[in-house]
């Protein structure tokens, strides 16, 4: 059963008049009170001056008139195709199509062996990205977790690596300076053939964080982003204010401030390369004020996450959103109700590339191999809610019903042979459906027992690496690959 790129959009938090207004609040935020910047960020902010925005250097502010943002933002594709190494991952991101993957940087994982949390490592990395490429509900690959055991000069490249190595999924994450990026543009253009043949079909994006909430502008995320759009690789635009810290309390202020922050991002973007192919990334969360810490599976969050969809809909651009996210420490009942909340919402929603959907603990800052299998089964029901009710003459089955007759069985028909496959969701294995009698014989396994046996079994199978020998020689000649 394909369950990817689904259309939705059957959830809509907000009515077209409540899009409009928190567009127009927006527009009077870039308007009136403007965004403010970093040293640094001179030759970006030299760009908007000549380009119509208003430019405080003293208090270091740029307003932006709403005819400069009309004029760029209209300037930005409505469809990015993000590709994978393989074309049957290829994800067609426009309008109300829903994609689910991966996502975050967690620093710790709960080790498949002991069960006890510890740092992540390179191998940790490719491990998650090897299994993440076996489950098929979840259609990209964001980098999920770092490797707390490699040198910076050697962080980018690896990390690109492992995943591109492990996954023939589409790749998306960080960079941390412009050099790394300029490395994994490189390889990456090895493994395609040449430059324009990554730009044609980018099997990589990168997470560009050009925002600091409230309204401030990141230098070296900036620049990553602008010669990311030099070089025509997809990014995605993130913005992450937390409600009642970073961004106003209220859902409604939070997303105003947001929506600011991407207009400005998208302007910057289309001035330094009209067209360039990029996500509208507002990634809107709670604090918890009680420990001052970010509270990642909240219902709200799947809420607000919706609503972006519609707000990036409404200024026709597609959206990199979030949920899947859980504050559980362990894969237990909290995680599954606060992931399965905030997915739905999500997917109902229509956004188009939600990631941390699979494998977050602890809000963002774990992982565990079991979740990632748990996940997939989450992802796959809520695609499955996308993919709704056929209603034509052979579903509706009325000769069939006139065959068997009042007081018949179904149990043996050849239309219930047909369907029985494919008719209803049937997971990937792991949740439990057997008797009692059954399910004692087998173990008394509860979900993240036989998720944990699924991810063994899985990873325990051979190791294809997706690029080519030949190609992969010659990248270990170029570049300190650490696998």
């Not at 509900?137 to 591109?164: E, G, Q, S």
């Amino acid at each position: 059963m394909n369950l990817m790129g689904l259309q939705d959009g059957q959830y809509r938090p907000l009515s077209p008049e409540q899009i409009e207004t928190v567009h127009e609040a927006s527009l009077k935020i870039l308007e009136k009170t403007g965004i403010t910047y970093e040293q640094g960020l001179e030759d970006t902010v030299q760009l908007l001056e000549d380009n119509g925005a208003a430019i405080d250097r003293d208090k270091k502010n740029i307003k932006f008139s709403k005819d400069m943002i009309a004029e760029q933002v209209a300037r930005a594709p409505e469809k990015v195709v993000l590709c994978g190494q393989n074309p049957k991952n290829d994800l067609h991101l426009t309008e109300n199509r829903v994609h689910l993957g991966t996502g975050g940087a967690a620093i710790k994982i709960l080790d498949p062996k002991t069960g006890k949390v510890r740092s992540t490592t390179l191998k940790d990395l490719y491990d998650v990205s090897r299994l993440v490429d076996q489950l098929d509900n979840i259609h990209f690959l964001v980098r999920p977790c770092i490797a707390t055991d490699i040198d910076k000069a050697d962080y980018d490249i690896n990390m690109f690596y492992a995943c591109l190595a492990a996954s023939s999924k589409h790749v998306m994450a960080g960079v941390n300076d412009e050099q790394g990026l300029h490395n994994v543009i490189e390889m990456a253009s090895m493994i395609a053939g040449g430059p324009d043949k990554l730009a044609e079909k980018p099997f990589i994006s990168v997470i560009t964080s050009f925002a600091i909430s409230p309204l401030k502008l990141c230098t070296q995320s900036t620049h990553i982003m602008q010669e990311a759009n030099r070089n025509r690789i997809p990014v995605a635009l993130s913005s992450a204010p937390m409600a009642g810290s970073t961004s106003p309390l209220t859902m409604a202020g939070t997303l105003a401030q947001l929506h600011a922050e991407q207009l400005a991002g998208i302007t910057i973007c289309q001035l330094t390369r009209p067209g360039a192919p990029l996500l509208y990334g507002g990634i809107p969360g709670m604090a918890n004020l009680k420990t001052m810490g970010y509270s990642g599976g909240a219902v709200e969050c799947g809420m607000m996450n919706a609503s972006i969809h519609q707000l990036s809909n409404h200024i026709k651009v597609p959206n990199y959103n979030s949920a899947g996210l859980s504050d559980s420490k362990v894969p237990d009942a909290q995680a599954g109700y606060e992931k399965a909340f905030t997915v739905l919402l999500a997917s109902m929603g229509g956004a188009n590339y939600i990631h941390h959907s699979a494998g977050m603990l602890e809000s963002m800052l774990t992982i565990a191999h079991e979740q990632f299998v748990i996940d997939d089964e989450i992802i796959g029901n809520a695609c499955k809610v996308l993919k709704g009710i056929d209603i034509d003459a052979e579903h509706l089955a009325l000769e069939v019903i006139d065959s068997v007759g009042p007081g018949g069985n179904f149990m043996t028909s050849p239309h219930t042979m047909a369907h029985m496959r494919k008719e209803y969701y049937n997971g990937n294995g792991v949740t439990d459906r057997k008797s009692r009698e059954k399910w004692e014989q087998d173990g008394s396994l509860d979900i993240r027992q036989r998720a944990l046996a699924m991810a063994k079994k899985l990873l325990a199978g051979p190791k294809p690496s997706h690029i080519p020998e030949e190609i992969d020689k010659e990248i270990k000649e170029k570049f300190n690959i650490l696998l």
